[in-house]
Nanobody, 123 residues
Framework: VQLVESGGGLVQPGGSLRLSCAAS????????IGWFRQAPGKEREGLSC?????????YMSDSEKGRFTISRDNAKNTAYLRIDSLKPEDTGAYHC????????????????WGQGTQVTVSS
C-alpha cells in the first residue's frame, strides 16, 4: 500500500489549494480515503473522508465545512481535498490515509498513511 500526497505549498490567506492523494498497491475503489491535518504542536485531526463509492463525510466544525471539498477519481486511483478561503490556522501537514472498512474521524482507525504535504498560509 502506498499513498503519496501532493499539492501543498505557500499560499496567501484567502487563496485555494487542491491536494492530491495518489494511491497504489490495493484496489482503490474498495476503500475509503480520509484526509487529516496536523498543525504545528497539535494532534492530527480528521477533516473529511470519502468512501469507495463516493459517499462523503465531514469532520470539522459546521462553520468550516463549506471550505473543504473531498472528491476522488477511481480511474486515476487518486483522491483530492480542495480547500478554499485559506486561513493562517490551516497551516500544517496534510495527510491522506486508507480507511479500514468504512470512514472514521479518528486517525487511530487508519493504518496506512501517506508522508504528508505541507500547507503554509501566510502573507
Amino acid at each position: 500500500v502506498q499513498l503519496v500526497e501532493s499539492g501543498g505549498g505557500l499560499v496567501q490567506p484567502g487563496g485555494s489549494l487542491r491536494l492530491s492523494c495518489a494511491a497504489s498497491g490495493f484496489t482503490f475503489d474498495d476503500y475509503g480515503i480520509g484526509w487529516f491535518r496536523q498543525a504545528p504542536g497539535k494532534e492530527r485531526e480528521g477533516l473529511s473522508c470519502i468512501s469507495g463509492i463516493g459517499n462523503t463525510y465531514q469532520y470539522m466544525s459546521d462553520s468550516e465545512k463549506g471550505r473543504f471539498t473531498i472528491s476522488r477519481d477511481n480511474a486515476k486511483n487518486t483522491a483530492y481535498l480542495r480547500i478554499d478561503s485559506l486561513k493562517p490556522e490551516d497551516t500544517g501537514a496534510y495527510h491522506c490515509a486508507r480507511a479500514p472498512i468504512t470512514c472514521y474521524s479518528g486517525p487511530e482507525f487508519y493504518s496506512d498513511w501517506g508522508q504528508g504535504t505541507q500547507v503554509t498560509v501566510s502573507s
